[in-house]
């Protein structure tokens, strides 16, 4: 089970860990877009932080807890919440993807084949369903390495055409053994899954469910098909963008998903605080490659924009997916044009309240946006110490979010066990640096 060994059963340490997020839930109960309209930072009292330089590449966070009883509180529940897994043994792989992919694709892709071909001759599979196959990567490559049956359930039209077309095109010799079901996955999948095996794999025998990225209640909807399907034996599951998940009612739908955890939180009042920003840090691992200034800069520029409508009465509105591209914008003009020129459009609250314009009358307007009370705000924020605070915000996020990543897929391992299933277990089968999302869910029957 992934809990640390110090703990006496997992509903001991997911019951810890509801309470620690529920003092420290300031961490992630809001976006953080709106860090200064909710006045988040205000939360951060660090003793004698001033003289402390947050962003020094030498800088160790840890080092202040000696001082401070705020932080020694988070880092005395943080460390006994962690919980480590192996390192990855890397290896070197004899078969390739015959198709243009990126480093991080083709990483994932051969370690995740190279998992399931030993999972299937462990527990005598001798055939695949990849819940989610996209363009059908991994299906091809299983084929052609371990000579195993594959159906790919896909439910976008482009991809289950674009895996049709690789197919007729670059594997002509796997149609026969490789098939593929536009289909969208859901808790009663299994009765279409059997009926389309039944007609293309007849004389099929145990197979294992796998997944690459199953994006939000996918997953689940995977483990809850499992546990429906005689002939699943085994299952290999990367889990995902845990804050997509669909919600029924005021709660989600799938989280908490075990009896036990719901119990933990109807105690602790959990789903007062673990709403989808919850769920945006559980998916989100820190960024190595930009150093924590970067981080800050990106968080309060963003968080300027949110402040600067909230005062004004206005609703912000991203006019495409990357609004600003922040590589190489370090200084605040440089990213504010590029955002009130093409990355935001200002529109008005339909009932505007507590509006506090700060306007001169010679101020530059540029699509709406007041460029200078955008200015006299950045000056206000990047003057005072709301930069440091921001940094150890941060900070406490990145620490945090191993351990409410380990909270959710916890549960799901409880929810597995509570249907009957003993072998199940976290592994982590990529390298972090690499692919953030490392954690495969494995079940056996």
């Keep these: 089970m992934s809990f640390p060994s110090s703990f006496e059963s997992a509903e001991k340490y997911l019951d810890e860990c509801t309470a620690f997020f529920k003092e420290f839930r300031y961490v992630f109960c809001h976006q953080n ?58 290896k070197d792989f004899d078969n390739d993807i015959e198709a243009p992919v990126s480093p991080k694709k083709r ?36 084929y052609d390495v371990a000579d195993y049956k594959v159906l790919g359930l896909e439910s976008n039209d482009s991809h289950y055409d674009s895996a049709q077309k690789r197919q007729k095109e ?62 699943a034996k085994s299952l290999a599951v990367l889990p995902c963008c845990y804050h997509k998940m669909t919600k029924d009612g005021a709660n989600f739908k ?20 673990t709403d989808v920003s919850f769920l945006r840090l559980a998916a989100h691992a820190g960024s190595e490659q930009r150093d924590l200034y970067e981080k800050v800069f990106s968080l309060l520029v963003r968080s300027i924009l949110e402040l600067y409508a909230h005062n004004n009465g206005l609703i912000i509105k991203r006019n495409k997916r990357k609004a600003v591209r922040m590589k190489g914008k370090k200084d605040f003009e440089t990213y504010i044009q590029d955002a009130v020129n093409t990355g935001y459009s200002l529109i008005p609250k339909p009932n505007p309240a ?44 990145e620490y945090m979010q191993p351990i409410v990543e380990n909270f959710i897929l916890l549960d799901r391992l409880l929810f597995l066990k509570e249907n009957g299933i003993e072998k199940c277990w976290y592994k982590k089968i990529f390298n972090q640096i690499v692919s953030p999302r490392c954690l495969a869910l494995i079940a056996v029957k």
Aim: hydrophobic fraction near 40%; charge should be negative; include cysteine.
């Design 33 to 90: 877009n709106e860090v200064l309209v909710k006045n988040v930072l205000d939360h951060i009292n660090v003793c004698n932080f001033e003289s402390v330089d947050v962003f020094d590449k030498n800088f160790d966070i840890t080092r202040l807890i000696q001082d401070d009883d705020y932080l020694k509180r988070f880092f005395f529940t943080w460390d006994r919440l962690q919980v480590h897994f192996d390192d990855v043994e890397e």
């Design 107 to 142: 990483y994932e892709v051969l370690n995740l084949v190279n998992e399931v071909v030993n999972i299937c001759e462990n527990y005598n599979c001798d055939l695949l369903v990849d819940f989610g196959s996209g363009l059908g990567y991994i299906d091809q490559l299983i």
């Design 170 to 231: 670059y594997h002509t010799d796997s149609t026969s053994n490789v098939k593929f079901l536009k289909h969208t996955v859901k808790e009663d999948s299994h009765l279409k899954i059997a009926e389309y095996l039944q007609e293309v794999f007849p004389d099929h025998g145990q197979f294992c469910v796998i997944g690459l990225h199953a994006c939000a209640d996918l997953t689940v909807e995977a483990m809850c098909n499992f546990l429906k399907m005689p002939d």
């Design 254 to 273: 799938y989280f908490p998903l075990s009896g036990n955890l719901k119990k933990i939180f109807e105690k602790h009042d959990a789903y007062s605080f």
């Design 354 to 397: 507590d509006i506090q314009q700060e306007t001169c009358k010679n101020d530059e307007i540029v699509n709406g946006f007041n460029m200078d009370e955008l200015r006299r705000l950045w000056w206000k924020i990047s003057q005072g110490p709301l930069f440091k605070k921001a940094g150890i915000y941060i900070l406490m996020q």
